[in-house]
């Protein structure tokens, strides 16, 4: 299985970005799929999940309001799309699997400037 993330650039706060991964590889529609964020000096953690029918979605506190994640199992495809961006957002955004049992892609940059 491979993930790759795109999507990620310098922004200022208040605007939105969409994030996207693709997975290629495995029965993508057969994984619950969410993203996780690192920021500078701090571990990585999951902010958001989907389960593989497109229900039971999670959202950290820290993004929930703000962002909204959805899949596309047709294109292999997850997806993060992120309003009202704060700079406490920036991080590298990365997939996979709740349980983290895929291999780690090199994730997507986003930086939000104040």
């Known amino acids: 299985v491979q993930l790759v993330e795109s999507g990620g650039r310098l922004v200022q706060a208040g605007v939105s970005l969409r994030l996207s991964c693709a997975v290629s590889g495995g029965a993508f529609e057969s994984y619950s799929m969410s993203w996780f964020r690192q920021a500078p000096g701090k571990e990585r953690e999951l902010i958001a999940n989907i389960k593989w029918g497109g229900g039971s979605i999670y959202y950290a506190d820290s993004v929930k309001g703000r962002f909204t994640i959805s899949r596309d199992n047709a294109k292999n495809t997850l997806y993060l799309q992120m309003n009202v961006l704060k700079p406490e957002d920036t991080a590298v955004y990365y997939c996979?699997?709740?349980?983290?049992?895929?291999?780690w892609g090199q994730g997507t940059q986003v930086t939000v400037s104040s």
């Open positions: 996979n699997s709740p349980t983290e049992v895929l291999p």
